[in-house]
């Protein structure tokens, strides 16, 4: 997709006042944040394995090329391919090639965040090649000729009765008069529509959870079992994986799946976790011919050693964004980029720099909600931080910010100046409060007032009240 | 250079570490060989009554439905009892494992038992789990001739028999069997973990069952 994420701040004025959107995110507070805490309460264990699931991926982080090495051996030993990508275009070209050689028409596709980063239906679709979106999400928003607004609910900015619409448009061998207002009926044809489609598709293409390194297997997580008719009726199975997929055991990834469902759904486990070693193989009656995994970097190798290392542990549950009041308020869209909310405020930049994506870490209150329920611990509030302090050196911050950071800067680090214009200040704000006490506008502060009013100084500064409270104290200890 | 060596090169770089680091190695091959298990809940570590109990509740309480029965022979009168309640044909495709084979299908007259892998043309499909996990209600499938991949997915209906003495309270004792039936780092071609039938919160957020894979699970443990 084309990265807009420096037209943030319009996209999320737009999304605002978009009707439609801000019904559908409703869903999004509504459901997600009670389930996971359910699931998490349900759970004594619960933060333990939070840490050790970071441990593990820390481990792994630390030893990724040894274990990279192992895992393509194991996946060698078992008769699959292993390719490795540097850049998002050479995992287009591999993907395309094995599609090529397999004389493919068309492709199906399990859900995958990897292929949208490296867009991979547009250069498919270009090349002759039909990509079709199984995910019931993806599928819907693959009609619309959209992008995913959600990392794990791609369609979460629509309403059913939009869905019904793209059916009734796209879907025009059915009856016209099928009654599809109940979202069960939108799913049931969804599933007879795409059953054929996986019958008729040479290679199926997904992404993968985990990539064990122990047993050369690639893990997806899924609760609809798309994925599964994706990777088992296609002649061909293509796995697209970033590097720091991987993880040392079959433990391992125990642990980590316990915290993964729960964090992204509020489910103990998902329907179908699926591991997948190599092709068919002698005495298999079912299972693909051939099978690869695409090994994608992209930028990640040269987040490690970083202050940006530790979002390489992200597993994708999307936990960030459902907590995330921004995201609550906007929406996936208004991000402008491949993933959204407060993962991708850190992740985008790594991939894409900050000249382009700057506004992504700025578009956060801070209020830390998204570390909290972080499965893997990430600490990306601390990271956003990071990048705004880079966008700052790098002179990417408007002048009025930069300006006004520095008029505040030489006060703040003056406190004695600080505290005699707070004492001119704060008396005559109080005294232009009049009998209201609040300001409906002000000059310098728009931004604030055009929404709301900002109420008027009363009595004393905090540290004029906090000196009396000291005095008090001390002549009460006489 | 290969994009290997490229990718490889890049990751010692960033990390400042040479690709000739004994020590490094040494905590890998470890690590691999000794498969630390980390943190078990406390919920799946019951006696093996209690695992069973436990495994039926929560497969019930993730939207499988239930039966136990007392033997193999139980299970025939079984699938066709479930087949009739839902008014489906009395058919099923089922693969060539033996504990199923040995059940005695003659006995139940009018089913007809379709062997192999499925064609996605079956209502009902029957297979034969490796393992239950008590923890989470979860059935393991190993991928083969005995239990083709296809039966899991393509019927409308997907009826699992599962031993009761093969419930297990965690994953971890799951990965202990599998090293044992297929060897330490070997895995069957498709290893399948269901925690009831499948579902989609795509539209609404709102939870349907029955999305691209079977719209019911039926779980019959053997006792």
Same mark, same amino acid.
């Given at each position: 997709?084309?990265?807009?994420?420096?037209? !943030?701040?319009?996209?999320?004025?737009?999304?605002?006042?978009?009707?439609? /959107?801000?019904?559908?995110?409703?869903?999004?507070?509504?459901?997600?944040?009670?389930?996971?805490?359910?699931?998490?309460?349900?759970?004594?264990?619960?933060?333990?394995?939070?840490?050790?699931?970071?441990?593990?991926?820390?481990?792994?982080?630390?030893?990724?090329?040894?274990?990279?090495?192992?895992?393509?051996?194991?996946?060698?030993?078992?008769?699959?391919?292993?390719?490795?990508?540097?850049?998002?275009?050479?995992?287009?070209?591999?993907?395309?090639?094995?599609?090529?050689?397999?004389?493919?028409?068309?492709?199906?596709?399990?859900?995958?965040?990897?292929?949208?980063?490296?867009?991979?239906?547009?250069?498919?679709?270009?090349?002759?090649?039909?990509?079709?979106?199984?995910?019931?999400?993806?599928?819907?928003?693959?009609?619309?000729?959209?992008?995913?607004?959600?990392?794990?609910?791609?369609?979460?900015?629509?309403?059913?009765?939009?869905?019904?619409?793209?059916?009734?448009?796209?879907?025009?061998? /059915?009856?016209?008069?099928?009654? /599809?207002?109940? @979202?069960?009926?939108?799913?049931?044809?969804?599933?007879?529509?795409?059953?054929?489609?996986?019958?008729?598709?040479?290679?199926?293409?997904?992404?993968?959870?985990?990539?064990?390194?122990?047993?050369?297997?690639?893990?997806?997580?899924?609760?609809?079992?798309?994925?599964?008719?994706?990777?088992?009726?296609?002649?061909?199975?293509?796995?697209?994986?970033?590097?720091?997929?991987?993880? @040392?055991?079959?433990?391992?990834?125990?642990?980590?799946?316990?915290?993964?469902?729960?964090?992204?759904?509020?489910?103990?486990?998902?329907? $179908?976790?699926?591991?997948?070693?190599?092709?068919?193989?002698?005495?298999?009656?079912?299972?693909?011919?051939?099978?690869?995994?695409?090994?994608?970097?992209?930028?990640?190798?040269?987040?490690?050693?970083?202050?940006?290392?530790?979002?390489?542990?992200?597993?994708?549950?999307?936990?960030?964004?459902?907590?995330?009041?921004? $995201?609550?308020?906007?929406?996936?869209?208004?991000?402008?980029?491949? $993933? @959204?909310?407060?993962?991708?405020?850190?992740?985008?930049?790594?991939?894409?720099?900050?000249?382009?994506?700057?506004?992504?870490?700025?578009?956060?209150?801070?209020?830390?909600?998204?570390?909290?329920?972080?499965?893997?611990?990430?600490? /990306? @509030?601390?990271?956003?931080?990071?990048?705004?302090?880079?966008?700052?050196?790098?002179?990417?911050?408007?002048?009025?910010?930069?300006?006004?950071?520095?008029?505040?800067?030489? !006060?703040?680090?003056?406190?004695?100046?600080?505290?005699?214009?707070?004492?001119?200040?704060?008396?005559?704000?109080?005294?232009?409060?009049?009998?209201?006490?609040? !300001?409906?506008?002000?000059?310098?502060?728009?931004?604030?007032?055009?929404?709301?009013?900002?109420?008027?100084?009363?009595?004393?500064?905090?540290?004029?009240?906090?000196?009396?409270?000291?005095?008090?104290?001390?002549?009460?200890?006489? | 250079?290969?994009?290997? *060596?490229?990718?490889?090169?890049?990751?010692?770089?960033?990390?400042?570490?040479?690709?000739? *680091?004994? %020590?490094?190695?040494?905590?890998? %091959?470890?690590?691999?060989?000794?498969?630390?298990?980390?943190?078990?809940?406390?919920? %799946?570590?019951?006696?093996?009554?209690?695992?069973?109990?436990?495994?039926?509740?929560?497969?019930?309480?993730?939207?499988?439905?239930?039966?136990?029965?007392? *033997?193999?022979?139980?299970?025939?009168?079984?699938?066709?009892?479930?087949?009739?309640?839902?008014?489906?044909? &009395?058919?099923?495709?089922?693969?060539?494992?033996?504990?199923?084979?040995?059940?005695?299908?003659? &006995?139940?007259?009018?089913?007809?038992?379709?062997?192999?892998?499925?064609?996605?043309?079956?209502?009902?499909?029957?297979?034969?789990?490796? &393992?239950?996990? &008590?923890?989470?209600?979860?059935?393991?499938?190993?991928?083969?001739?005995?239990?083709?991949?296809?039966?899991?997915?393509?019927?409308?209906?997907?009826?699992?028999?599962?031993? %009761?003495?093969?419930?297990?309270?965690?994953?971890?004792?799951?990965?202990?069997?599998?090293?044992?039936?297929?060897?330490?780092?070997?895995?069957?071609?498709?290893?399948?973990?269901?925690?009831?039938?499948?579902?989609?919160? *795509?539209?609404?957020?709102?939870?349907?069952?029955?999305?691209?894979?079977?719209?019911?699970?039926?779980?019959?443990?053997?006792?």
């Amino acid at each position: 997709m084309e990265l807009t994420a420096n037209k !943030f701040k319009a996209n999320a004025s737009k999304a605002l006042v978009d009707a439609q /959107l801000q019904k559908a995110l409703g869903n999004v507070e509504k459901g997600f944040i009670a389930k996971r805490q359910k699931a998490a309460d349900a759970l004594p264990e619960f933060d333990a394995l939070r840490d050790n699931a970071r441990d593990i991926k820390n481990h792994v982080l630390a030893h990724l090329d040894l274990y990279l090495e192992e895992y393509e051996r194991k996946v060698l030993a078992a008769g699959g391919h292993v390719h490795w990508a540097e850049t998002a275009e050479d995992a287009r070209r591999i993907v395309l090639d094995i599609c090529k050689k397999a004389g493919a028409r068309t492709v199906t596709k399990g859900k995958s965040m990897i292929t949208e980063e490296i867009a991979l239906n547009d250069h498919l679709s270009a090349n002759g090649i039909e990509p079709v979106e199984t995910d019931l999400g993806e599928y819907i928003i693959q009609l619309r000729g959209e992008h995913p607004s959600h990392i794990i609910a791609p369609a979460v900015h629509l309403n059913k009765e939009q869905v019904e619409g793209d059916f009734r448009r796209v879907h025009t061998h /059915l009856p016209e008069g099928r009654d /599809l207002s109940e @979202p069960v009926s939108l799913l049931s044809e969804a599933r007879e529509v795409l059953r054929q489609r996986y019958f008729a598709a040479d290679v199926g293409i997904t992404g993968a959870n985990f990539l064990i390194a122990e047993t050369g297997t690639s893990v997806i997580v899924t609760n609809e079992g798309n994925g599964d008719l994706t990777q088992t009726l296609g002649k061909v199975h293509v796995v697209v994986a970033s590097i720091e997929k991987i993880v @040392p055991t079959l433990e391992d990834t125990s642990q980590i799946l316990r915290v993964l469902a729960r964090s992204a759904t509020g489910q103990d486990m998902s329907v $179908y976790t699926t591991f997948s070693t190599g092709p068919k193989r002698q005495e298999d009656p079912d299972g693909p011919d051939e099978y690869h995994v695409v090994l994608l970097d992209n930028g990640r190798s040269a987040m490690l050693g970083t202050e940006y290392q530790d979002m390489l542990r992200c597993i994708r549950c999307g936990a960030c964004m459902n907590h995330c009041p921004v $995201y609550h308020a906007v929406g996936g869209h208004a991000y402008g980029s491949v $993933y @959204p909310g407060p993962m991708g405020a850190v992740l985008t930049p790594s991939l894409n720099g900050i000249d382009e994506t700057g506004q992504l870490p700025n578009a956060s209150t801070f209020c830390g909600r998204c570390e909290s329920v972080c499965p893997m611990r990430i600490p /990306l @509030p601390k990271m956003m931080r990071h990048w705004r302090e880079r966008e700052f050196e790098r002179n990417l911050t408007p002048a009025v910010a930069r300006y006004g950071l520095k008029a505040w800067a030489f !006060f703040a680090k003056r406190p004695k100046l600080y505290r005699l214009a707070a004492s001119f200040g704060m008396p005559l704000l109080s005294l232009f409060g009049g009998t209201s006490r609040r !300001f409906h506008s002000l000059p310098l502060a728009g931004g604030w007032t055009r929404h709301r009013d900002l109420p008027a100084p009363e009595g004393r500064t905090f540290l004029q009240a906090w000196a009396q409270r000291e005095a008090l104290k001390q002549e009460a200890g006489q | 250079m290969s994009a290997r *060596d490229t990718v490889l090169g890049k990751i010692r770089a960033s990390m400042r570490v040479p690709a000739s *680091d004994e %020590a490094r190695r040494k905590t890998v %091959a470890d690590r691999l060989e000794s498969t630390p298990t980390g943190v078990i809940p406390a919920r %799946a570590k019951l006696p093996k009554a209690g695992q069973v109990d436990l495994f039926c509740a929560m497969a019930e309480q993730f939207g499988a439905t239930l039966a136990r029965v007392s *033997d193999y022979k139980s299970v025939p009168a079984e699938v066709a009892t479930y087949l009739r309640a839902r008014n489906l044909p &009395a058919e099923i495709r089922m693969g060539a494992d033996k504990r199923l084979k040995k059940a005695g299908w003659e &006995a139940e007259k009018y089913l007809e038992v379709r062997h192999g892998a499925s064609d996605g043309g079956d209502l009902a499909g029957v297979s034969h789990a490796m &393992a239950g996990i &008590a923890e989470t209600g979860t059935l393991a499938l190993a991928s083969g001739q005995d239990n083709p991949t296809t039966i899991n997915f393509l019927p409308e209906h997907h009826i699992v028999v599962l031993k %009761a003495g093969d419930i297990k309270g965690d994953m971890e004792s799951v990965w202990a069997m599998l090293r044992k039936t297929q060897g330490k780092g070997e895995m069957p071609r498709a290893f399948n973990l269901i925690t009831g039938p499948s579902r989609s919160g *795509d539209i609404e957020q709102t939870i349907l069952l029955g999305a691209h894979g079977p719209r019911a699970l039926h779980v019959i443990v053997v006792e």
